[in-house]
């Protein structure tokens, strides 16, 4: 938590204080499938790549590192990452 306070203001202004609070930053523990896979929830931040929405056909593709959207139904979206070995450069 930050404090601001009036001290060090000039003498006519109002005594005023305000309280800064943040959130504690949590790092989610992971969650993995039946098949071993990890899931991704909507709203966390996931590396770059191609995102299949479960129970869904849902596709999302990132770029760079994001945060994956929420799902159109109303109901919290898990996403488990699709790797394309194929895609990635073969090194010779």
Do not use: H
């Amino acid at each position: 938590m930050t404090m601001i306070n009036s001290e060090g203001f000039e003498q006519g202004s109002r005594p005023f204080s305000i309280q800064v609070t943040r959130p504690e930053i949590r790092s989610c523990e992971p969650i993995f499938n039946e098949f071993g896979e990890q899931l991704f929830l909507a709203g966390q931040i996931a590396p770059a790549g191609t995102y299949l929405e479960v129970d869904s056909n849902r596709q999302v593709v990132l770029d760079r590192a994001g945060v994956l959207p929420a799902s159109l139904n109303g109901r919290r979206a898990y996403y488990t990452r699709l790797e394309r070995p194929w895609m990635k450069a073969s090194v010779n």
